[in-house]
């Protein structure tokens, strides 16, 4: 396993020897196919056995021509690791794909293990296009007070009591992209909270988009036999495309749900949106004390999620918007809404959430708030660049 490499490193050798990479051209031990679909999925926790149902919907599609389906899987009931091809079965109460590669009790609440994943799929399941999806528990960028070390940002690893943090999501990007000579496709999270800005900003310079939830998921995840099937209909697709796929999959799988949010990002728009909310920011700043306190009323009008902190970005602004105190200039509100409409590509909500307009930010509603995640959260990039 690779140490890991500094992120600033990592963007400039991205750039300057993509057409060296070592095996994003080669052809390895299976054909190139159009998309590398590559699931890391930890069940070594107590979503295990919703783990192996979404084997077996994988299962229901299998890799075909044109895609590579590959997964990590992790299952507490075996506490084994294995490295699996998916293949289409008839069984749907048994996993029978060929395990390639089996690990053991693999950390998979450590981000080099992530990052080995995919540089051993895509040097033996080549393709254009790679989808790495990250499988587990998740919590956006912070830990929720009173809850377990353990129970923040993504993939819960009970096991070795480990999870992979925001700002090592960034260094994983980083490093996957090195191995690829190329930015990922699409990085992808079904896991709980993770469609925040300060989530992607980590990974802004080393993927072309992001897909995730906003809110709590249901423990089913994502409908992945419906998935795949539409992703082998009609021509090639773009990571737009299948942003937009998997949203409108998703959300039908769920009709009886309130809860259901899912959107994909386009990280080429992530500058824009930057900018547009320091712009926005700063004019905040530079208020008067009572126009401050009335943003804090109107945060609190905001679309929320399970972590009250959690705001989405657009309808915090849509409420700023109303808060005649403030006195900012309405451009600074239409320039970030603008910038929204470019950066989220893709955002489908139950009727409860119709609100939400694709990402969440994090905007404390108490000093308690602020004080507890102060330090970690000034040197995150989102916070950096806003």
């Excluded at 990974?203 to 082998?232: C, R, T």
Aim: charged share 25%; net charge neutral; proline share 4%.
């Amino acid at each position: 396993m690779r140490a890991p490499i500094r992120m600033a490193t990592i963007s400039s050798l991205v750039v300057a020897f993509a057409l060296f990479a070592p095996w994003a051209k080669a052809a390895g031990g299976a054909p190139a196919k159009e998309w590398a679909i590559l699931t890391f999925l930890n069940g070594f926790n107590n979503l295990d056995s919703f783990g192996e149902l979404d084997m077996n919907e994988m299962e229901k599609i299998g890799s075909t021509d044109r895609i590579h389906v590959v997964v990590q899987w992790a299952s507490l009931k075996t506490r084994q690791a294995k490295r699996v091809y998916v293949q289409k079965d008839g069984d749907s109460r048994n996993v029978t794909s060929p395990v390639l590669e089996n690990l053991g009790q693999a950390d998979m609440g450590d981000y080099r293990n992530l990052v080995d994943f995919v540089r051993w799929a895509a040097r033996n399941y080549p393709a254009k296009r790679y989808f790495v999806n990250i499988w587990n528990h998740g919590n956006g960028w912070r830990r929720t007070p009173g809850a377990p070390p353990t129970s923040r940002d993504v993939s819960y690893d009970d096991l070795s009591g480990n999870r992979i943090t925001t700002e090592q999501l960034g260094l994983a990007a980083a490093e996957i992209s090195w191995e690829l000579g190329q930015k990922v496709d699409i990085m992808a999270s079904d896991s709980c909270l993770m469609a925040m800005a300060e989530v992607v900003g980590q990974m802004k310079e080393n993927i072309d988009h992001f897909v995730g939830s906003q809110e709590v998921e249901p423990a089913d995840g994502w409908p992945y036999d419906k998935f795949l099937a539409k992703m082998n209909r009609g021509g090639e697709k773009t990571p737009t495309e299948v942003a937009r796929i998997l949203t409108d999959v998703y959300h039908a799988s769920y009709p009886g749900q309130n809860q259901i949010t899912l959107s994909g990002m386009d990280m080429a728009a992530y500058p824009e949106l930057a900018a547009s909310v320091r712009a926005l920011a700063i004019s905040i700043r530079s208020a008067s004390l009572p126009a401050r306190t009335q943003s804090f009323a109107a945060a609190g009008r905001a679309q929320s999620y399970l972590n009250d902190d959690y705001k989405d970005l657009g309808d915090l602004v849509d409420q700023l918007a109303k808060e005649t105190l403030l006195g900012i200039r309405p451009d600074y509100f239409l320039n970030v809404k603008e910038a929204l409409r470019k950066f989220v590509v893709a955002n489908r909500t139950s009727h409860d959430y119709a609100r939400s307009q694709g990402v969440a930010i994090w905007f404390p509603k108490a000093g308690w708030q602020l004080d507890a995640h102060r330090e970690r959260y000034r040197a995150l990039a989102f916070n950096q660049d806003t």
